[in-house]
């Protein structure tokens, strides 16, 4: 049965942020018919461009975001440190999915582990400190090595130190700058993976992974699926994410992190309430992209089929590639099974995340090789071009 409340096209989605994820949810939007209005503090943003209409304003221009809200028929984020009160004052004209409860939860992970922990879920070992006493104390029972985090505005590895003596407290937690933190013991981890799941208006889900995750400097660099683990394992990543987005509430996308230790259990690491860097493979590899999905379930339409096509990889291409000039993009098109997306950023700084690639193979591990060779390739035919002009 149809929602009694369900967006159909024609209508004009509200996108919190202009970054590369709500780009590629204005594409996908765009694509089934819908209008797209994007709010951030940047003008000519990568959502921007692909916008119908782009409004520059800080988060905290409440009276700015207010007369966004009045101009769209629903609200949705694309990175998840939105301020509490912009989701509230959205609220107020337009429904904002995922609720900005669950935006609140993520955007600490002290209050993200109590979630999660009262719900009986694993997650990684961990204490919550606000002092260096209660640091100290902390390592006492967690041991070394161990990972300090700042419990707010945390990501690709900004706002945590790794911890490898107990007389190396006082100094970490100066360093951080915080009142506030979570300590949690050092995993020593077989692999990383992700689950994304979209729950739509009348409690349909629909899955993606289990995903494989290796990262570099912190940052996500490769993806791949299916991962190489047990299938018992990513039946149980599956059915934890599931079980993430009924307890949540979840209506729109989420993703869920884990750690796979060596001795096979799975512990969440983050929750992520948006679309997610691992999924971007979706894009070229299944069905119904995480994109396309979130305008589904924020719409309240039916979920579409997240079925895998073929085994996928998807490699980052971070500012550190425009380090030797402009990349050479026709070396990563001549790959065969290489798709290129770019994001439209101008500024390549080291460490931003401006596109990615994906390949689609007959295998996993040849998928991986692609995108890898493609990626080189950038860099090594980008210098040479460089070199001889």
């Excluded at 765009?30 to 797209?36: A, I, P």
């Excluded at 790794?162 to 915080?178: G, Q, V």
């Excluded at 998928?367 to 035919?381: D, F, G, I, N, P």
Aim: charged letters at 20%; hydrophobic letters at 45%; glycine letters at 8%.
């Amino acid at each position: 049965m149809k929602p009694a409340n369900v967006i159909l096209p024609g209508a004009t989605l509200g996108v919190l942020g202009g970054g590369q994820l709500g780009r590629m949810f204005a594409l996908a939007a765009r694509r089934m018919g819908y209008r797209v209005h994007v709010l951030s503090p940047d003008g000519d943003s990568p959502t921007g461009q692909v916008a119908d209409i782009e409004t520059q304003a800080a988060y905290d221009d409440l009276d700015a975001v207010a007369r966004f809200a009045r101009t769209v028929s629903v609200v949705t984020f694309e990175f998840e440190n939105i301020p509490a009160a912009a989701a509230e004052t959205a609220a107020r004209f337009a429904p904002v999915r995922p609720a900005g409860s669950l935006l609140h939860t993520t955007q600490n992970r002290a209050r993200e582990r109590a979630f999660l922990a009262g719900a009986g879920l694993p997650v990684t070992p961990h204490a919550l400190v606000r002092s260096p006493d209660e640091l100290r104390s902390a390592l006492d029972r967690l041991g070394v090595p161990a990972v300090l985090k700042t419990a707010a505005w945390g990501y690709d590895g900004k706002g945590q130190l790794r911890l490898d003596r107990a007389e190396d407290a006082p100094r970490a937690w100066e360093s951080l700058r915080t009142d506030q933190a979570v300590l949690e013991a050092f995993i020593d981890f077989h692999s990383e993976l992700s689950v994304i799941v979209a729950r739509g208006l009348t409690g349909d889900i629909a899955t993606y992974g289990p995903l494989a995750n290796l990262h570099r400097n912190h940052i996500l660099d490769i993806t791949s699926i299916p991962a190489a683990i047990d299938p018992a394992i990513a039946r149980d990543a599956v059915e934890i994410a599931r079980t993430v987005a009924q307890v949540s509430d979840l209506v729109g996308i989420l993703c869920v992190e884990y750690f796979l230790g060596k001795d096979g259990r799975l512990m969440i690491n983050e929750l992520a309430p948006r679309p997610h860097n691992s999924g971007h493979l979706t894009i070229d590899a299944h069905v119904t992209c995480q994109f396309e999905q979130q305008v589904r379930a924020v719409c309240g339409l039916p979920l579409g089929s997240p079925q895998l096509l073929r085994p996928a990889a998807m490699a980052n291409l971070l500012g550190d590639l425009w380090q030797s000039g402009e990349p050479d993009w026709s070396a990563a098109c001549a790959v065969p099974g290489v798709k290129l997306h770019l994001y439209g950023k101008r500024d390549p700084r080291p460490g931003r995340k401006m596109g990615h690639l994906t390949a689609l193979a007959t295998t996993t591990g040849e998928a991986v090789k692609l995108v890898k060779e493609a990626r080189e390739a950038l860099v090594r035919e980008g210098a040479a071009c460089q070199a001889e002009a």
